[in-house]
């Protein structure tokens, strides 16, 4: 159905419509009796909520916000979120990701081309091979769960991605996949967990904000929270559409104002890391301008098939290596 | 063992003989040689029609078929279990079930559900018992393509459900909300095919019969407060004011109308039309609702998807995921 807004046209009459639109209206007002009060079948209102469903264990509750890492902070190859996954410290501490052997690397990318030409059987090979051969690298299993959930198995993607954190317990991607696949699971507050260690272990992947924000609006009825996860997004990407006018719908839902434009300079367009990112936690509002270049803000692609909820960002959504997810020496 | 089938070979006139052969099959049994024992107790059956005994051969052959992989042949002897009127009803009942069963693991569908049949004419209680059985019943009928056997079976699930006073289970009750969910979809497929065509206000009496009939199944299979059902009779009474809306837009035009007069004919259409679609995104928002209750089943999916198309600013926002992460580190 296109366009309402003719009928609040300026100058609209019925009078040149044919006497026979009369019975018409008259037809159309008799079928709309349908739905009146005393006959109209209402929808049933949704009987009570069944028992809570028994979920897995959720992963351990979010880290505190991250703190900025001290300059020239070295760390080992093990990767840690803090305050709470597993190994982590008791000292805050950023993420760390594993030192990447060429040899990986080399065989990491040759199944991601399989992947690219369209060869699913041979890139899972090459992923599962990479993942066997380097534990340390939570990648290689999320590509696999990703293949899984492009067929449809998402319990099998979940566990993948279970075992991907538990890798690397510092990546935010591996994280934010898994809280999307619970969320297609229905798996609602699971997911809000992924996408708060996600958030723990790198604030400025704004996929997981974005993710957050689409859960807690959608799924959970919590459009405060959602709101603020949008503006988190736009912040860290500096993105325009559609994400404006999500917070602008939100915004008045909540009976906010229109929300300020945020400048140029707010939104970190095209500004280089002049210092790390404040902390960060989801479900606070953002404390400023993160200051740094953005990760992972890519562009929505078309849906993807299965799921029209569900955005299949770029290749390369995790960006440029920044501060926090170049690779560190040592281990 | 042997002697005893050597007993009935060397002696077949005796009267020993009679009771070497019993106990041979059940020897037999014990082995665990189900073919040999089931041609012992077949030959048995055959020479001594009218032993005392026969009772305990059907029931022995029923076990050494079934054992023995062969379901047609084990079900034909729980069917004789079941017919014999010297047995007690407990027996008779499980036979009849058992029956019914290996029938259908045998591929014989007919035999199945005349044994099914059987079943609730003459178990009416437990009512839990029954209504599974209705409900096969209505399940073979629906794999044959006979819809009217289908929706007598639903009809009676309903009907028992309702009358069953404290023996109405969770089940039953489950089971009378699939049935009744499952008759409101003729009524459904009888709306869409309703066209509305010129002139419209005859058509559209059609049309809002239809209505009333689909919406009023829905209405009756919400009512039972069922989740996945509620949801699902949600989901197609949405639907339903969705359809309405789409046909008086694609309705057929007075051929009289020209110009100016059918443009504002089909702006009369879109005005007219703008309740049926509110009605739709309504009924979608009842079950994306339940989300943030944890019901987040097939029906609640498709809502969403529904409301992402009709109100895309509220519910059209969208995740990113990965296509393919590139970066091992």
Known sequence: ?331 | MEDFLRVARVAPESKARVNAQYDAATGLLTLKQWDRAIGVLEDFRRQFPQHQLQPEVTRKLAVAYTEANRPGEAAAEFERIAANPAENHAVQREALMQSADLYAKAGNSARAMSMLEKFVGTNTTPVGDAEEARQRLADYAAQRGDATGRDRWYQEIIRVDGEAGSQRTERTHYLAAKAQLALAQPARDAFRAVRLTAPLKKSLVVKRDALERAMDGYKRAAGYQVAEVTTAANYEMAELYGTLAKDIMASERPAKLKGDALEEYNSLLEEQVFPFEEEAIKAHELNAARAKDGVYDEWVRKSFEALARLKPARYGKTELTQDVVTSLE
């Open chain 1, 1 to 331: 159905m296109s366009s309402r807004a003719w009928n609040k046209r300026p100058g609209w009459s019925r009078a040149p419509v044919a006497p026979a639109l009369v019975a018409l209206v008259a037809a159309l007002a008799e079928l709309a009796a349908c739905g009146s009060p005393r006959t109209r079948p209402q929808p049933a209102a949704p009987p009570p909520p069944p028992p809570a469903r028994a979920t897995p264990a959720s992963p351990p509750p979010p880290a505190a916000p991250t703190q900025a890492r001290p300059a020239g902070a070295a760390t080992g190859g093990t990767a840690s979120v803090p305050g709470g996954a597993p190994g982590a410290g008791a000292a805050p501490t950023v993420p760390v990701h594993p030192e990447v052997p060429p040899a990986a690397r080399n065989d990491f990318d040759r199944a991601v081309n399989s992947v690219r030409a369209g060869n699913k059987l041979e890139a899972e090979l090459g992923f599962k091979q990479v993942a066997l051969q380097y534990p340390q690298f939570a990648a290689p299993l999320v590509n696999l769960a990703i293949l899984e959930r492009k067929d449809g198995r998402l319990d099998v993607a979940e566990e993948i991605l279970k075992s991907a954190v538990a890798r690397e317990a510092g990546s935010a991607v591996a994280w934010t996949e898994l809280g999307a696949t619970q969320r297609l699971r229905g798996e609602f507050k699971d997911a809000v967990s992924s996408y708060e260690q996600a958030i723990a272990a790198d604030p400025r992947y704004a996929p997981a904000w974005r993710n957050l924000g689409v859960l807690a609006d959608l799924y959970l009825g919590d459009p405060r929270r959602a709101l603020t996860a949008f503006e988190q997004y736009r912040q860290l990407t500096g993105e325009d559409k559609p994400v404006s006018g999500w917070i602008a719908e939100l915004r008045q839902r909540l009976g906010l104002g229109p929300a300020k434009r945020p400048g140029a300079e707010a939104r970190g367009e095209g500004k280089p890391a002049s210092s790390p990112p404040p902390p960060a936690s989801p479900g606070t509002p953002p404390a400023g301008n993160p200051g740094a270049t953005p990760r992972g803000a890519p562009e929505p692609t078309p849906q993807g098939p299965g799921d029209p909820q569900t955005e299949p960002s770029p290749a390369n959504a995790t960006g440029p290596p920044t501060e926090s997810n170049a690779p560190r020496a040592g281990g």
